[in-house]
């Protein structure tokens, strides 16, 4: 079964970007779709985006000006950047493949917006 | 926006059948997927495609989604189900969507 694993750094002051990565073992990042999805605490769900095996993107209405996510097939690894950041995106933020449902995910990394 | 609504929380004795609704407009002509989600734990998939169980996941799951409303039944619930349920939607104008999320208590 395939692994993911998210990475980065747990504290982000306001108004600057976050940068996560996932690393996948067990598969081949050109193949499949690869999602972020973030829980803030306590709370539910919310998807933030994929990206298809050739690095073709679609996000949340809500995120889109903000996200970006990128492939590095060469590491195996997909990123996520969220820039502007605001005390609203503090959350554990999860990697997982798919894109109509996600079967696979990594253990998440919580995310702390604070100066 | 595209909203789905789950109740906040449910109640089951074990052994019981547990069932968690989730409502959104015309749900049925879309794809609707759950998962569980135990604390401190990452989602599992555990229905996909309205009502399909991924390998390694009891039989005692099981999804429907018609109308307005997809439903998760749990049959013959145990403890070890105690956790909260999230059911989420997906198709090409709505792209992805979750639920709020359901509390399941076995009591």
């Known amino acids: 079964q395939m692994q993911l694993q998210e990475s980065g750094p747990g504290l982000v002051k306001p108004s600057e970007t976050l940068s996560l990565t996932c690393t996948v073992s067990?598969?081949?990042?050109?193949?499949?779709?690869w999602s972020w999805i973030r829980q803030p605490p306590g709370k539910g769900l919310e998807w933030i985006g994929y990206?298809?095996?050739?690095?073709?993107?679609n996000f949340n209405p809500s995120l889109k000006s903000r996200a970006t996510i990128s492939l590095d097939t060469s590491k195996n690894q997909f990123s996520l950047k969220l820039s502007s950041v605001t005390a609203a995106d503090t959350a554990v933020y999860y990697c997982?493949?798919?894109?109509?449902?996600?079967?696979?995910w990594g253990q998440g990394t919580l995310v702390t917006v604070s100066s | 926006s595209y909203e789905l609504t789950q109740p906040p929380s449910v109640s089951v004795s074990p052994g019981q059948t547990a069932s968690i609704t989730c409502s959104g407009d015309k749900l049925g002509s879309k794809f609707a997927c759950w998962y569980q989600q135990k604390p401190g734990q990452s989602p599992v998939l555990i229905i996909y495609q309205d009502n399909k169980r991924p390998s390694g996941i009891p039989e005692r799951f099981s999804g429907s989604n018609s109308g307005n409303t997809a439903t998760l039944t749990i049959s013959g619930t145990q403890a070890m189900d105690e956790a909260d349920f999230y059911c989420q939607a997906w198709d090409s104008s709505t792209e992805v969507v979750f639920g709020g999320g359901t509390k399941l208590t076995v009591l």
């Open positions: 997982a493949t798919g894109m109509y449902y996600f079967e696979s």
């Open positions: 067990g598969g081949s990042i050109s193949s499949y779709y």
């Open positions: 990206s298809d095996y050739s690095g073709s993107t």
